[in-house]
């Protein structure tokens, strides 16, 4: 498993968070969630390149876009 931290400014709340973790939760390759609301970071642990691609694109249609 590998392991990377995007910064996702649009994080406001802990309501932005728990969305977050259950929207990643479902995606295949995800093994592990940590949202920052302070810092406005998602920390994943991820299976593949494919498992990342598809968390950024989740994330991207929940109106949460990241920059690694």
């Known amino acids: 498993m590998k392991t990377i931290t995007w910064h996702a400014p649009d994080i406001s709340c802990h309501h932005c968070a728990m969305t977050i973790q259950r929207e990643l939760k479902s995606v295949a390759g995800i093994s592990e969630v940590t949202?920052?609301?302070?810092?406005?970071?998602?920390?994943l642990r991820y299976a593949d390149d494919a498992a990342?691609?598809?968390?950024?694109a989740v994330l991207q249609d929940a109106g949460y876009p990241v920059a690694a």
């Open 52 to 56: 990342l691609e598809r968390a950024k």
């Open 35 to 43: 949202v920052d609301v302070a810092a406005k970071t998602v920390t």
